[in-house]
């Protein structure tokens, strides 16, 4: 149990374009779901945690309009970069939680994105 | 918010012997502490974790310890494998619903 899904694995876009990420909890029931970006033998920043049915709550720093988030389901969160630049390639990973009070967080394999 | 800190960041054992790998963090409201494995290009898998109501969980070669006092707690690997060669991360959250925030990664070499 608790198998995290990501699509795409991987993306290239051109500098202005948007792209979505999808992140699915494929047997289990995710209340929360959260983003994060990884850079090169770095650790995990996190950039929103998301309550499915409410609006993403964002790490400082992090702009909300850039780094769209949407939970509309216990199975499905999606985030889209928008209007993408160069420096915004990035290895963006999802994590999710059990809807049933559990505490444990199971990330996806995460989705490599790179902007020309 | 919470501040995770991790040492050591490269960590070198023999075959066999013991590794340890420690975190701090600042917010005493933090009550769940997970440590997470990731392999080169691989998602981060849980090892194990720990609640702040407990100050030691065990799980065969693997231990984690707790001091809510002094807010740190530790990540102790027995009889190590050079399987067990990866990136480690610990994380500090408030439990369900909330933040995850990660340590800065200990990448650990078992030499063989």
């Known amino acids: 149990g608790a198998v995290v899904s990501q699509h795409p694995s991987w993306v290239i876009c051109k500098s202005g374009t948007s792209v979505k990420i999808e992140c699915r909890s494929l047997?289990?029931?995710?209340?929360?779901m959260f983003w994060y970006r990884q850079f090169p033998k770095q650790s995990l920043m996190l950039m929103a945690t998301?309550?499915?049915?409410?609006?993403?709550?964002?790490e400082q720093g992090v702009e909300k309009d850039k780094f769209l988030i949407n939970h509309a389901s216990l199975t499905l969160s999606t985030l889209t970069v928008t209007s993408a630049h160069p420096e915004d390639s990035s290895f963006y990973i999802c994590?999710?939680?059990?809807?049933?009070?559990?505490?444990?967080?199971?990330f996806g394999p995460g989705t490599r994105l790179t902007v020309t | 918010g919470e501040n995770v800190e991790q040492h050591p960041s490269t960590l070198s054992v023999q075959e066999g012997d013991s590794a340890v790998i420690k975190c701090t963090y600042s917010?005493?409201?933090?009550?769940?502490f997970p440590w997470y494995k990731q392999e080169l290009g691989k998602r981060p898998q849980l090892i194990i974790d720990?609640?702040?109501?407990?100050g030691e969980k065990k799980d065969q070669r693997i231990a984690v310890t707790l001091n809510k006092t002094a807010k740190h707690f530790s990540l102790h690997i027995t009889e190590t494998q050079p399987e067990d060669s990866a990136v480690y991360f610990c994380?500090?959250?408030?439990?369900?619903?909330?933040?995850?925030?990660f340590g800065t990664g200990t990448s650990l070499t078992v030499i063989p």
């Open positions: 994590g999710s939680q059990r809807a049933s009070g559990k505490y444990e967080q199971y």
């Open positions: 998301s309550n499915e049915g409410s609006k993403a709550t964002y």
């Open positions: 047997d289990f029931q995710a209340t929360t």
């Open positions: 994380a500090a959250s408030y439990g369900t619903g909330n933040q995850f925030y």
């Open positions: 917010d005493s409201a933090s009550n769940y």
């Open positions: 720990i609640r702040s109501n407990v």
